[in-house]
């Protein structure tokens, strides 16, 4: 994944589970897969690709194999930034 299309939806992740998150607070709740892949079909299929050539059409090709990955790194992520 690019960097502008990972931080693109690492941005929309945070907005999805800061929405379920406890009011006045920055803890994160855990994020699932219906989440993540809510989050990557909503990304827009004509933004460009970035210097590694990888866009939001492949992201999605590919969603069925990275959603335990991502799903794995997010909440590990919110882990060990919440501790």
């Known amino acids: 994944?690019?960097?502008?299309?990972?931080?693109h939806l690492v941005h929309l992740l945070s907005i999805a589970i800061s929405r379920k998150s406890v009011k006045n607070s920055i803890v994160c709740t855990p994020t699932d897969k219906i989440?993540?892949?809510t989050v990557i079909r909503t990304l827009k299929n004509n933004k460009s690709l970035g210097p590694d050539g990888i866009g939001p059409v492949l992201v999605k090709l590919?969603?069925?194999?990275i959603l335990d990955p991502l799903t794995y790194i997010f909440n590990f992520s919110f882990y060990w930034t919440g501790t």
């Open 62 to 65: 590919i969603e069925n194999l």
């Open 1 to 7: 994944m690019n960097s502008c299309s990972h931080l």
């Open 35 to 37: 989440e993540i892949s």
